[in-house]
């Protein structure tokens, strides 16, 4: 069985900085793609960031490019997200996704698992 947990999240002050992380179970890890998406008070899923099965590609949704960094460890079967510079437009659940065999399309939703969540609320 898949699973996959997120931990980090919280309440921060704008400006501020947090480490998402994503722990993998259940799968081979380096077989798959993974991503972070989030969902907004009253918005639909997006796009946040996502990085390939040997982190040869990574992408960005323009909304956070420059202030997060995705990064995975294939030895811990884990993903991270770090965010800097933190708004209150990034107030949000945050998800991790896995996505197995070709590389492209990571900025769509077409993910095979996803994690339960955890909740991102920055303070103005």
């Known amino acids: 069985q898949v699973q996959l947990v997120e931990s980090g999240g919280g309440l921060v002050q704008a400006g501020g900085s947090l480490r998402l992380s994503c722990a993998a179970t259940?799968?081979?890890?380096?077989?798959?793609?993974m991503a972070w998406f989030r969902q907004g008070p009253g918005k639909e899923r997006e796009f946040v960031a996502a990085?390939?099965?040997?982190?040869?590609?990574?992408y960005y949704a323009d909304s956070v490019k420059g202030r997060f960094t995705i990064s995975r460890d294939n030895a811990k079967n884990a993903q991270y997200l770090q965010m800097n510079s933190l708004k209150s437009e990034d107030t949000a659940v945050y998800y991790c996704?896995?996505?197995?065999?070709?590389?492209?399309?990571?900025?769509?939703?077409?993910?095979?698992?996803w994690g339960q969540g955890t909740q991102v609320t920055v303070s103005a």
């Open positions: 259940g799968l081979t890890f380096s077989n798959y793609n």
């Open positions: 990085i390939s099965r040997r982190a040869l590609n990574i």
């Open positions: 996704a896995a996505k197995s065999g070709s590389s492209s399309r990571l900025r769509t939703n077409e993910y095979e698992y």
